[in-house]
């Protein structure tokens, strides 16, 4: 192979693992049935993209040029299966963590009381301080406080001596937003129900 086959196969594998998840990421809201089509999409486009820029017109690079397809297929299955579980899941416990959430507010409030923070959650988790049977509800939280909860800061992490950094979002949960959780939800992913 020559240098530049080299080159084009590292940027077809690129292509290939991240094509899958960019996909299926746009189908997420648009439920199981397009999760399951743009995943399938992306191994079709993956291969496609494969012939075009490694097929060079001999059995070898036949094969050279399947490679992709196969390993968009091997990130392809196992990401729709996970989006497809987170997506379950959240529908599915939405209510409970709608309950548990408003019931147990102060005890899970930041010092504020106005929120929930992630660290909060994390620091109950931690202290074993939720019973055996609310863990999975807390940690669902936890996980999920970006969609369950609002932005209550901005955080900006500098990249040491460059001028450049990234912006952190920091989120919490209120009781409005926990009263409106089920129903975000339901909006969210109708074509899931």
Do not use: C
Not at 13 to 40: C, D, H, W
Not at 78 to 103: D, F, H, I, S, W
Not at 135 to 147: F, G, K, N, Y
């Amino acid at each position: 192979m020559s240098e530049n086959q080299w080159v084009l196969l590292f940027v077809e594998l690129l292509i290939s693992v991240s094509l899958p998840v960019i996909m299926i990421e746009i189908a997420r809201y648009k439920g199981r049935e397009t999760v399951q089509n743009f995943s399938s999409r992306s191994v079709l486009l993956s291969y496609l993209a494969g012939v075009a820029l490694l097929y060079n017109g001999s059995a070898a690079g036949f094969l050279l040029a399947m490679i992709p397809a196969i390993i968009t297929t091997l990130v392809a299955i196992p990401y729709r299966k996970m989006v497809t579980r987170q997506v379950t899941e959240q529908l599915a416990l939405a209510p409970q963590v709608v309950r548990y959430g408003l019931a147990n507010f102060d005890a899970l409030a930041a010092p504020d009381g106005e929120t929930i923070s992630s660290g909060a959650l994390h620091s109950a988790l931690d202290e074993e301080r939720i019973a055996p049977a609310d863990r999975e509800l807390v940690e669902h939280m936890a996980a999920r406080i970006s969609e369950i909860g609002h932005v209550t800061g901005v955080s900006y992490v500098s990249a040491g001596f460059h001028p450049s950094g990234a912006v952190l979002h920091v989120y919490g949960i209120s009781r409005e937003d926990l009263e409106t959780y089920e129903d975000r939800m339901r909006s969210s992913y109708a074509a899931w129900l």
